[in-house]
């Protein structure tokens, strides 16, 4: 039997020490090893596991990202957790679920001393332009004869330190680590604790409420509306316009230069410029 993992261990603990109700209903698996967190937690999910349930790695073998790319995840350099969700709602209606978790990141991250952060959309924090974070989403099945039935698996990675060797050259220019925008390693028991109440809060308010409030919370921390962008379809299409606002399913709207607009579900975003032609200005609730 493998040792337990020392993030995972360090979260249980300090979420344990809080004294937030909901910590008595998550369980966390920490491992030192798996090859993705999502995986463990489907596997988790077909055996039966409870909702919350929550795995967290040192290090990920084949972690992945949006879109299908890799997820470099190294021992001990990230946050990498994964959460098994048993909505009561149609899965439908969980559509913004990454965005909110990205809000819930956000407010996480910022309680820590990570001041500055903004989300691109649909889920990316970033920091100076440069990635902290990313969240990965999963609905396994219902098609495939071994999908758990009806769950969602949400999978978020935040990287903590620099790893050793540097970020893969691939990202190395467009990563960051909490550790470079706080100037000190984090208290990762406390990060990951406070991460999963406000993925807790979040998730409850979006199956009780939909995402209207959450929406206004989402677009009180981007930069990117008002803001020429590309937006780059799964398939490779691209279409440019200005970013105007993301609408009650979290889809991204986009006002072409003919003044039409459409609404993204899937794409990767570049901005085109910094300075906005058109401002669009939303009502900030909070400075988190
Ligand atoms: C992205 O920005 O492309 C999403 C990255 C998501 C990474 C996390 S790390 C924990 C979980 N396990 C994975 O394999 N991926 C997610």
Redesign the pocket.
Known sequence: MSQPGRIGTLVAASLAASSAPEAALMRISALSET?????S?REMALAGAPEWTVVI?DV?S??????G?E?S?PAGC?????VLLRPAVPLARLGPLALVIAVGAHQALTAVGAAGLEIKWP??LLWRGR?L????TETPGPGAADAPPRCAIA????NLRVPPLGFPESIAGNAVALEEITGEFPDVGRLGALLLQQLYAGYHQLQREGFGGLREQWLARTKMMGLTVTATSPGGDTLGGIAETIDLDGQLVLRLESGATVTVAAADVTLRQTQATHPVTHRVRDGG
């Open positions: 090859s993705s967190t999502n995986d937690c790695a990920q084949k972690g992945r990202g949006r879109l790319r997820w995840s990230g946050l990498w957790c994964s889920n990316d990635k974070a990313g969240i990965l999978g978020i990675g935040i």
